[in-house]
Each structure stands twice: as C-alpha cells, then as structure tokens.
C-alpha cells in the first residue's frame, strides 16, 4: 500500500478481483461507499469528492478493467470482457475483498452504466445508487438522433472493428484526449492540468485505448442484450440523478423521467456545470451524496 498522489488521506491497494486486478484507493470509516469514474477519467477525478465522503464513510474508489492502472484483459470476440456485468463483477470482488458484502455505489460515466449493472445483478450488495449525467444505455441508443449522435460522435467511432479507432487515436492520443475533455467540460479550469496529465499518462498506452473502444464495443452489443433482457426489471435500491443542465445528456433527454422507467425510487437535480460533476461542482455533488446517503 502507498498513499494516492491524489486522494487525500487514502491508500492504494491493488485487489484481485477473480483473475482481473484492480486498483483500488481507500480512505475513511464507516458505512462503505464504491466510487466509479468514466471516460477517459480514472479514480483520480474524485480527488475533490471522495476525501469529503470519507469524514463519515469508508470510501473506495476503483479504476474500471480496462482503465487507470487496472489490468485491460482482451474483449473477447463478443466483447463481453468489457460487458458492464463482468465490470460490475469486478466492483463486487473488489468490495468483498474489503469486507463490504452491501454498499453505496456511485457512477460517473462509464461507471455510471457500471452501477446500472451492478444494481440489477446484485440487488442485495447494493443499498443506494447515483448515476451522474447519464440516461440508461439502452434508453440512449433507441432515441438517438442526428444532434446526440453529433455531439457524442464517440458512441459511434470507438465501437468501429479493431483496429481502426485505436489505430486513428494513436496518431495524437494528446490531442484527442484534450479535445475530448475540453468538449465535456463547461467550467474554466476544469480538469486541473495535474489530472489531464494523470489522464494523458494512462491513455498514452495502447492496451488502454483497445480496452476503452472495447468497453463502448460492449456497451453496443452484447450490454444491450442484458438490458433487453432485463426490460422489465427495476433498480430496487434508492436511486440519486444528477447532470449537468450544459451538458448533452441534460439538454436532451428528461433525465429524471428515463430513470424513473428503470427504478422505483428515484430523485434528483441538475447543476450548473457541464458533464464532469464532480470536478466541476464538488461541493455541490459533495452535498448531495451526504444527503442522499444519510
């Protein structure tokens, strides 16, 4: 263990979770609480958020397979290395292995979809759930049109067969990467320049940019069987939206109502930032996560 650059007054672990290693930071006592972050973020983007949770919870926030300094298994043919279930998984062994059988899960992003996931197959792990700015996957597929698919071009390019996306990346990683946050982000300043670095380093190695293409190749295929399958199924535990009102997933979709049509208890706002809640309005998101987990 050594104590994250980022995290203030956590430790990093790394956590075999069933054959798949995971790199874990975690700090604080009491009731637990699993962090999840997205796309092209590690746990790094709670670096304001987390080290405020953790005066009242033991907090872990985790590197998804595929992302940070987690290991990036192949996809598979089908993808489904990178399907949200096997992430999901991945947030269970990593809990277990803490001696946290039930938790709060809280999703960004791609993490966001993770604890979508997580949720339904593991109903009893799972005592509250927050999903920042994000519609469900399936949700966003059916009512796609010309101006989300404009806006969220990836959703479209990086699930292209391998290895074209990676191979085009590769070319400027840097300026992809920059132009990628730049676009989300609606707050000066936001990300630090110490956590596009951090997010830069990570992105630079090529199995990094295979996993990330191969989580949203998932994400369009073998996920939206499992929601399929699932259709009829509702998230049990307390569910907490937040969005950016800057951001596309605010300006286009009635956030509340489309999770309302996956869970039983649902509340939430948005706040004025764009798509990175918690390093565009950590105190706010802060707030609301004490309140809500409370």
Do not use: N
């Amino acid at each position: 263990m050594r104590a994250d650059p980022f995290l203030t007054g956590f430790t990093l672990h790394d956590i075999d979770a069933g054959g798949v290693r995971i790199r874990a930071s975690v700090g604080g006592e009491g009731p637990p609480v699993l962090l999840l972050h997205g796309h092209p973020q590690t746990h790094a983007t709670w670096h304001a958020v987390a080290p405020r949770l953790a005066a009242r919870f033991r907090v872990v926030a985790m590197d998804l397979r595929g992302y940070g300094d987690s290991d990036k298994p192949p996809g598979g043919e089908d993808h489904g290395a990178y399907a949200k279930r096997a992430m999901a998984a991945d947030a269970v062994a990593v809990m277990r292995a803490l001696g946290h059988e039930r938790f709060a899960v809280v999703g960004h992003d791609r993490g966001g979809r993770v604890a979508h996931r997580l949720a339904l197959d593991h109903r009893q792990a799972v005592s509250h759930l927050a999903v920042f700015d994000i519609a469900p996957t399936a949700t966003m597929y059916a009512r796609t049109d010309k101006a989300f698919a404009t806006a969220y071009f990836w959703w479209f390019f990086l699930i292209q067969p391998a290895p074209l996306p990676e191979r085009l990346i590769g070319a400027d990683p840097e300026y992809f990467l920059r132009t990628h946050l730049e676009g989300q982000s609606k707050t000066p300043g936001c990300p630090r320049p110490d956590l596009v670095a951090e997010y830069l380093r990570v992105y630079r190695d090529p199995a990094t940019r295979h996993a990330i293409c191969e989580d949203y190749r998932a994400a369009a295929t073998i996920d939206l069987a499992h929601d399929a399958a699932d259709a009829e199924a509702r998230v049990e535990a307390p569910l907490l939206a937040l969005w950016g009102a800057r951001g596309t997933v605010g300006r286009t979709y009635d956030v509340l109502e489309t999770w309302r049509e996956k869970a039983r208890d649902v509340r939430g706002r948005a706040l004025d930032c764009g798509h990175t809640l918690q390093e565009e309005r950590p105190e706010e998101v802060s707030a609301a996560l004490l309140a809500f987990l409370a």
